[in-house]
Each structure stands twice: as structure tokens, then as C-alpha cells.
């Protein structure tokens, strides 16, 4: 194994990972991640999928810098700048409930060192778009699940970073919630074209989301395949009507099955 290590990709390729593996020791030494080769390119939507346990977190981690990887290279070509290249949306909202939507939203480019006028501007941007305006003075606890999970993404796109990593972002949502949720989290994106990279565990959501799909084996995760998805843009859940998203969800579905059965398998 050559060791590890991240340095800037001469490309237009945000990052560029190079036979990344990831091993975690400690009481029971785990092996995450074996030998991922993989490019994203700026601007573009990739989407994760794979059975529980496959590294996909981890792999999210290595990109946003959270985690070393144990062998191999991760290049990272994003332009650096007083905010961090990449903004994480977690599951779990993450908001701070001593802060009100304002704050939170603004909280990223505060921990950046931004004046307050420009960050709160930069915030109040952003919970518009997102559809919280006329909340800016609520806590978090005052909000439903879904709008706390809208605070995530404002602060997200807040930040500033050119790149999102988002882990579930959607996941603890209701159904009907979470279907508007991943219709606004396209158009933000087709707006401001950042580089994103989604894990998920909706295969649906991954076609209505992404221009590519990465299905991941079960652990040590590697890269089984990766899937370019042919819908343009602008894009709503009225593609889920058309036989070609069926036919690719069934395809998606037969694949990741044998790595689902995999997982069970071994855990
Ligand atoms: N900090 C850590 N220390 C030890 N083992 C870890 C650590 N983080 C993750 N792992 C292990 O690495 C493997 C991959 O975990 P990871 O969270 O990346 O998977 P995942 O695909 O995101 O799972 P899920 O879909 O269930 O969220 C798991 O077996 C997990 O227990």
C-alpha cells in the first residue's frame, strides 16, 4: 500500500480519488474501503449508493477532509478561500437550538471569519430560498422536522463552499416532505452548479438527483459501478412516470441486491 495522502488535482475535476482504501483500528481492525478509484467533476451531481456499512460515509469523510484515508490519494482541486471547501449536510440537521434560523444559517461563514452584515445578508438569501423566510427570529425547536432539515441546507449553500457533501440528507424526512425537499434541492443546485456528492439509500432519489450513480459492494466498500443518468434538466419527480426510470431503478435494484445480501451476510 503507498501511503495516503491529499494534494491539489491539475483538472477540472473537484476531486480525484486514487486507490483510496481505509482501514479503522482499534479493538477490531476494520477495513471500510478497498482500493476506490473514482472523479468528480466540478459542478457535477454524484450520487452514493450501497448496503449499510460499505464506507460510503467514510468515503464522504475523506473527500470533506474529516478523515485520512490509510492508502492511496485523494486530490482536491477546490479552490481555496476563507471558507472550508467543502459544507457537510448531515441526516441529522445538525442546527444549534441556542440559535435562531438566522444565526444558524449564518453560522458557517461566521466560524469564517465573515462580517455580520455580509453573512446575515448571505443567510437571509438563502432561508428564502429554501422557503423559511419569515422564520429568521425562530429556534429550532419551534420548527418541524422538515423545515430544521431546510436550515441544514441553507447553511450548506450559506457557506460558501463549492462543494456539498451530504450523508441521507433527506432520509429522516416524511414521504411527501422529502419528495419537495429533493425538488428544491435541484433546483438550488441547478442555480449554483456546486460540486456535490449525496449518499443515499433511495435509489429513486439518486436518479431524480444525480448525473451519475456510484454503486458501491458491501464492505470493504469498492466501486461495483458507476451509472451516467441520461434525464436532463431541469428535473421534477415527474421523471419517476418514465419507463427509462423504471427500467434503470430495476437495474440499480438487481445490483446492489447481491451487495445488500453480502452485507447481511457478513454482519
Ligand atoms: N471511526 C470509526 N472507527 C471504527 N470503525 C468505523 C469508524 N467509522 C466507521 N467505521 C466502520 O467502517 C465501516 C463503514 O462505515 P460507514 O459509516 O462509512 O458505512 P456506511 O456505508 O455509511 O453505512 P450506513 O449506510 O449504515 O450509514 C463500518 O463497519 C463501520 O462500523
Redesign the pocket.
Same mark, same amino acid.
Given at each position: 500500500m503507498t501511503p495516503a495522502s491529499t494534494t491539489a488535482a491539475p483538472s477540472t475535476d473537484a476531486f480525484v480519488v486514487d486507490d483510496v482504501s !481505509?482501514i479503522?483500528v /482499534?479493538k477490531?481492525q #476494520?477495513q471500510? *474501503?478497498a482500493n476506490i478509484d473514482l472523479r468528480f467533476r466540478a459542478g457535477s451531481f454524484t450520487c452514493i449508493v450501497?448496503? +449499510? /456499512?460499505?464506507? !460510503? +460515509?467514510? *468515503? *464522504?469523510?475523506i473527500l470533506g477532509e474529516l &478523515?485520512t484515508a490509510t492508502a492511496g490519494h485523494v486530490h482536491n482541486n477546490l479552490p481555496e478561500s476563507r471558507v472550508p471547501r467543502s459544507a457537510f449536510v448531515f441526516q441529522d440537521h445538525g442546527a444549534l437550538p441556542w440559535f435562531t434560523v438566522l444565526q444558524n444559517v449564518a453560522f458557517g461563514e461566521h466560524m469564517a471569519s465573515v462580517g455580520k452584515r455580509e453573512r446575515e445578508e448571505h443567510a437571509r438569501h438563502w432561508i428564502s430560498e429554501v422557503g423559511l423566510a419569515g422564520f429568521e427570529q425562530a429556534y429550532p425547536h419551534q420548527l418541524s422536522g422538515g423545515m430544521r432539515q431546510r436550515i441544514a441546507i441553507a447553511r450548506a449553500f450559506a457557506t460558501g463552499s463549492p462543494s456539498l457533501l451530504m450523508? &441521507?440528507p433527506l432520509g429522516a424526512l416524511d414521504a411527501q416532505t422529502r419528495i419537495l425537499m429533493q425538488e428544491q434541492l435541484v433546483e438550488l443546485w441547478e442555480a449554483e452548479r456546486k460540486t456535490v456528492v449525496l #449518499?443515499t439509500?433511495s435509489i429513486e432519489e439518486a436518479l431524480l438527483l444525480g448525473d451519475r450513480i456510484v454503486v458501491?459492494s458491501a464492505?470493504p466498500?469498492r466501486v461495483k459501478e458507476t451509472i451516467e443518468v441520461p434525464f436532463g434538466r431541469p428535473r421534477t419527480v415527474d421523471i419517476e412516470t418514465d419507463p427509462e426510470f423504471t427500467r434503470m431503478k430495476q437495474d440499480i435494484w438487481e445490483s446492489l441486491r447481491d451487495e445488500v445480501q453480502a452485507s447481511l451476510r457478513f454482519s
Open positions: !481505509k479503522f /482499534g477490531n #476494520v471500510a *474501503l450501497g448496503p +449499510s /456499512g460499505c464506507g !460510503k +460515509s467514510t *468515503l *464522504l469523510r &478523515e450523508d &441521507e #449518499v439509500h458501491m464492505r466498500g
